[in-house]
């Protein structure tokens, strides 16, 4: 395997050349832009109502609507649905979302666009369980599978119907997982499997996606395709999308991570932000995703990488020294940055998580408490949290416990007395030399503070790494990055792609954001970013579906009660799935899930195992609560 063989240029921005495939009249790859679709929430039995989220969805901007279709009554009322967009004047082309039902999906591919099929519960099914298999005997499965997906195959390449083969992590087979374990590889066969089937045939309308709730999963897995598509001589289109993303800050966040570090990779012709909301809220976030890449990032020139030092497939931080405590084994460190006041006092400190009680006489820290606080020339004269220390330009430096000095390269290497245990060093990429290096590299005390003005800040800062990994140079690293955006939406979006980005591929010992915007909202999404990353956890993760038609339970509503009980609960992962096909796969990781299994019915899960089954959803929230209390898991929240 080619280590590199998954990206056109890592400094300088180009979309993988994909086969354009046709959606209807929408063409996906090639030379199309970057497309947008999402799924709608209704019971596709109620055509009103799907067609008029259809519509709302069209509105908003989605180019290509995804509708469930569990049995083949669905299937077959996708023709009405697709008539009463027709009639009024509304051409977007419709997805069929198929998983255990092949006979559906033969007749969905009779009337719309395109089918998607998930490989691990179209000819498989998931019991976790573990299965011995020879090759004589694993081949003997291909061909099951090769039976039962072939005639699909064969209707959609006589109707002029797409197929997505979509993988989802959660819901990889026990043949799969038998083969080749819980991971991105697996996923990448399951879905090649389906490929090569298609290929014998000569049917090659094929979208390929690699969705997992885990960013770092999902980008490994898309890169492994790439790289096993090139490798076998395919270049299907992509779709991108973070499965089970959630809502709200968190779902955009963990999106815009996961579809942004692919995007910067020229990875992807069309993608989905999966929320917890309304399908057309969706839409926005999407669009500010495709819109940075619309024309492509104009930059200037970045010497290109020959060979990178890690495995783009794998996850492994960058080995650095720990000093204090940055680097090393800790956690990536946030910085808070307070240089643009002038009279510092403790109220300046609440917006990174430290608020001083007047009564008390004492700091209380959030979950989500600043590491560092940057305060350029300004002073702090107050005592500060025991937990936070203060970064000051070199030349007003005071020398006080935990106040460390930043300097430039050329003052630290001019500097008479800098700090004997932690300083910091500006580095731009074009401060790069051989006599930069070799000052860096023997001294225990820096930590650089790798800045850019870059657009294509990403690029850049990835060949700072690069080059120290190429010399050897250990100096733990904070990613510092200014912003002139001008709204939440936008600072969110770009800061989530630049930082999460380079944790994807282990780079980072902190982060470190400027910009006019509010501190606590600055502070929160740094937070958020490393968290989506699954670098730092600091509150309570959800996996949680976007919902969709086999949703059997209100998840919106339950997911805003279950949040309102657990979101106190720092490091407990909660899975909230609306039906069973991704439920317990998806939630692998999960400490709990809440899984719809009938009509008003929940079924509890510790990790993977089953503990109460079909619960009336009345009081399955109590129930959930109940059960993290008796795991010890549970604290009671702080009074307010």
Not at 90 to 119: C, G, M, S
Not at 173 to 179: F, K, P, Q, W
Not at 502 to 527: H, K, R, Y
Not at 599 to 624: C, F, H, T, W
Request: proline share 4%.
């Amino acid at each position: 395997m080619e280590i590199q063989n998954y990206c056109p240029s890592l400094t300088s921005y180009s979309r993988w050349i994909t086969r354009e495939v046709k959606i209807g009249d929408v063409g996906i790859g090639a030379d199309n832009p970057i497309r947008i679709q999402s799924m709608t929430t209704t019971n596709t039995m109620n055509t009103d109502a799907t067609i008029e989220q259809s519509i709302r969805m069209i509105k908003a901007g989605c180019e290509i609507v995804r509708i469930t279709a569990p049995s083949i009554k669905e299937a077959e009322n996708l023709r009405i649905i697709s008539h009463g967009l027709r009639s009024q004047g509304y051409k977007t082309p419709l997805v069929a979302d198929i998983h255990y039902t092949p006979n559906a999906a033969e007749v969905a591919a009779r009337i719309v666009e395109k089918v998607r099929i998930n490989p691990g519960n179209f000819a498989d099914r998931k019991k976790f369980v573990t299965h011995e298999y020879t090759d004589k005997s694993y081949d003997d499965e291909l061909e099951r599978i090769r039976d039962r997906f072939l005639p699909l195959v064969l209707v959609c390449k006589e109707y002029g119907t797409a197929i997505r083969i979509g993988t989802n992590h959660g819901s990889l087979s026990d043949r799969i997982l038998s083969r080749y374990g819980d991971t991105p590889l697996g996923m990448v066969e399951s879905a090649m499997e389906f490929i090569r089937i298609c290929r014998d045939v000569d049917f090659h309308d094929i979208v390929l996606s690699m969705k997992a709730s885990n960013t770092q999963v999902m980008v490994q897995a898309y890169r492994l395709s790439v790289n096993m598509m090139n490798t076998e001589g395919m270049n299907y289109p992509l779709h991108l999308g973070v499965t089970e993303a959630g809502e709200g800050e968190d779902g955009r966040l963990k999106s815009a991570v996961g579809i942004g570090t692919l995007l910067e990779d020229g990875l992807g012709d069309t993608i989905r932000v999966s929320l917890t909301e309304e399908p057309e809220e969706e839409i926005p976030v999407a669009q500010l995703l495709v819109e940075r890449y619309a024309i492509g990032l104009e930059h200037q020139f970045i010497e290109p990488i020959e060979k990178i030092p890690y495995d783009p497939y794998f996850r492994e931080r960058r080995k650095t020294n720990q000093i204090t405590n940055i680097g090393g084994d800790n956690v990536p460190r946030v910085v808070g940055d307070l240089s643009n006041i002038k009279n510092i006092n403790r109220e300046h400190l609440a917006p990174f998580g430290y608020n001083y009680s007047i009564s008390a006489d004492k700091w209380q820290l959030s979950e989500q408490a600043a590491d560092y606080l940057y305060v350029g020339v300004g002073k702090i004269d107050f005592e500060l949290p025991g937990t936070l220390a203060v970064i000051q330009d070199a030349e007003i430096w005071s020398g006080l416990l935990d106040h460390f000095p930043m300097f430039t390269v050329q003052n630290y290497l001019d500097a008479v007395n800098p700090s004997d245990v932690l300083n910091f060093v500006t580095l731009t990429l074009n401060d790069v030399t051989q006599a930069t290096l070799a000052a860096l590299e023997d001294d225990p005390t820096i930590v650089i503070v790798a800045d850019t003005n870059h657009f294509y800040s990403l690029a850049e800062q990835r060949k700072l790494f690069v080059e120290l990994m190429r010399r050897e140079i250990t100096a733990p690293v904070l990613i510092r990055r200014k912003y002139s955006a001008t709204t939440k939406d936008l600072f969110m979006i770009y800061s989530a792609i630049d930082f999460g980005g380079l944790q994807m591929d282990g780079f980072g010992d902190g982060i470190w954001a400027q910009s006019s915007l509010d501190a606590g909202l600055m502070n929160e999404t740094l937070f958020g970013i490393l968290q989506a990353s699954r670098t730092r956890i600091s509150k309570t993760e959800y996996i949680s579906c976007p919902s969709c038609g086999r949703t059997l339970f209100d998840l919106q509503e339950t997911t805003s009660k279950i949040r309102a009980r657990t979101d106190h609960l720092k490091g407990v992962k909660i899975g909230i799935m609306g039906c069973i096909v991704n439920g317990p796969g998806e939630m692998a990781d999960a400490d709990y899930g809440y899984v719809g299994t009938g009509v008003d019915k929940i079924s509890l899960y510790k990790g993977q195992e089953v503990i109460q089954r079909n619960i009336p959803s009345e009081g399955a929230v109590e129930a959930l609560i109940d059960l993290i209390r008796q795991h010890n898991d549970w604290v009671e929240p702080e009074a307010v």
